[in-house]
Nanobody
Framework: QVQLVESGGGLVQPGGSLRLSCAAS????????MGWYRQAPGKQRELVAT???????DYADSVKDRFTISRDSAKNTVSLQLNSLKPEDTAVYYC????????????????WGQGTQVTVSL
């Protein structure tokens, strides 16, 4: 079994910063792409940022130059630094990882965390 656990959400004023963290645990053989997605009320879940095992980064246009994704592959963790936050960044943020487990080494499966709420408001 694999679990992804996020932390670091909360309430912040516009222009403020937060740091989200996600740790994957369980019978992990290797981790490929890791990323963050978000879902605002009444909207579809959308990509925020991803980072491949080789370090290639991808960001949504709406967060470029404000958010920074990073990972520690040895610890199976991924983080998201959120700066210059705007009210439209309010959403539940989900961690995602593509993982091969020791039980099924040939299968690359997507895992999701439970989500952490980020609210940007005065």
């Amino acid at each position: 079994q694999v679990q992804l656990v996020e932390s670091g959400g909360g309430l912040v004023q516009p222009g403020g910063s937060l740091r989200l963290s996600c740790a994957a645990s369980g019978s992990i053989l290797s981790t490929d792409v890791m990323g963050w997605y978000r879902q605002a009320p009444g909207k579809q879940r959308e990509l925020v940022a991803t980072i491949a095992s080789g370090g290639i980064l991808d960001y949504a246009d709406s967060v470029k130059d404000r958010f920074t994704i990073s990972r520690d592959s040895a610890k199976n963790t991924v983080s998201l630094q959120l700066n210059s936050l705007k009210p439209e960044d309010t959403a539940v943020y989900y961690c995602q990882a593509a993982i091969r487990t020791r039980l099924s080494p040939s299968l690359l499966r997507q895992y999701w965390g439970q989500g952490t709420q980020v609210t940007v408001s005065l």
